[in-house]
């Protein structure tokens, strides 16, 4: 029997690669390679029309050239695999591309089958259809032209004297086979048998023809192939978007400052919260804090400033600070210190901003924060892009038979 075709083209291709006989897009192959190699050799002649029609499903009139540059490169990945080994069986359309790369004769595969059968099949068709008086003349013709009885005639596998011989055993067999099936319908009429249902898988088979003797292809279920969900492309823009837009909310959230509430007609007192005033009633009673009197100025413009390492030399002349104690706390306006009134605040003062401040460390500190960031955005995008999908190969439809065309002589019409 002839190897099989795809094998067979596989095993050439790797062959041309050790000797260094194909293109460089073919030595180290990617989707992307594939395609450009197909786009360097199509040459829009009928065979490599051909091969793209039934490679992209399309019809042989279409644009063909137009329909491969516009491909996407992913339509290369089963044959990338096939011949990388992820996969040991793969469509029948991506053998006969590689084929077609690699110049591999004979192409397609009809006709490296047929090639094997051609040679002789005229012969073994006039023994089938003989009578038992002229297979005998042929026999004795073959080994009379052959003195030592060797095989003059070969074909898959089979030399024709044998034929002859099988011939008339296959013949008796049929006859004693329908007489033993008479008698033993004759037995069991009118009893059922019982319905065994069958264990084994199903295998669907695409019978050859039986006239030219073509080859049975059995069709075995493909590995499954799987491709990256995500495009890196699409991966790279979403990590960069993340990142943008989780920065600029940090950074809008730090220098963010609550809202002032302004004082009820009844409140005419505020008291300290934290690090602003809050308008109350004078009659209220709060612990730890000092109630004073509302003033608006101071109510709208007094606030602490936390993150004190963000000041700068712009700062000068802006801010103030408690300058007593060791803990320095700085405010955005002047007047008495808010929990202890009998204290004034002091303007901020270069020395003051060179020994308890440090803007260096702020933003060291963020940078940290930053790099954390990007290191983390970059293990999910790397997580996305390791994701993998089945891809199901497309169900290829059964083509119908076309039916001969009568031609029939028109009768000409009286009028």
Known sequence: ??????????????????????????????????????????????????????????????????????????????????????????????????AWLIDFQPRPSTTYYKSFDGEHQNEIEEIIGATDVELEEIKNEIIRDNDKGEQKLENGGYNIIEELDKKKEVEKEIKESNTNKLIGETEN???????????????????????????????????????????????????????FVGTTSFVAWENSTSSVRMPNADEKCMYWNEDHYEPVKCNAQIANATIIPLDLKKLQRQRKINLSDTLTSYSLGKVWYKGFVKDHEFFTAAGPYPTDTTRVLKKLSPIILAKYISNNRYLQTRLIWLSYAIIFVVLCGFGASRLKKEVKPPVEKPQAEEEPLNFTQQQPVNC
Do not use: W
Not at 224 to 233: H, I, K, L, M
């Open 1 to 98: 029997m002839p190897e099989d075709y795809q094998d067979l083209v596989l095993a050439t291709y790797k062959k041309k690669c050790e000797e260094r006989k194909l293109h460089l897009n073919l030595l180290k192959p990617t989707v992307v390679k594939l395609k450009k190699e197909c786009l360097k050799k199509y040459d829009a002649s009928d065979e490599a029309k051909d091969v793209f029609s039934g490679f992209f499903d399309k019809d042989k009139m279409d644009n063909i050239s137009l329909i491969l540059s516009k491909a996407d490169p992913g339509d290369f990945r089963p044959l990338l695999n096939h011949i990388n080994g992820a996969t040991k069986r793969t469509d029948e359309k991506n053998s006969e591309l590689l």
């Open 189 to 243: 009429k009118g009893k059922k048998e019982p319905v065994v249902k069958s264990t084994t898988p199903s295998v669907k088979i695409n019978e050859g023809d039986k006239d030219t003797g073509s080859p049975i292809n059995v069709h075995r279920p493909e590995d499954p192939v799987y491709e990256y969900r995500f495009s890196p492309r699409y991966i790279t823009i979403a990590c960069i978007i993340l990142l």
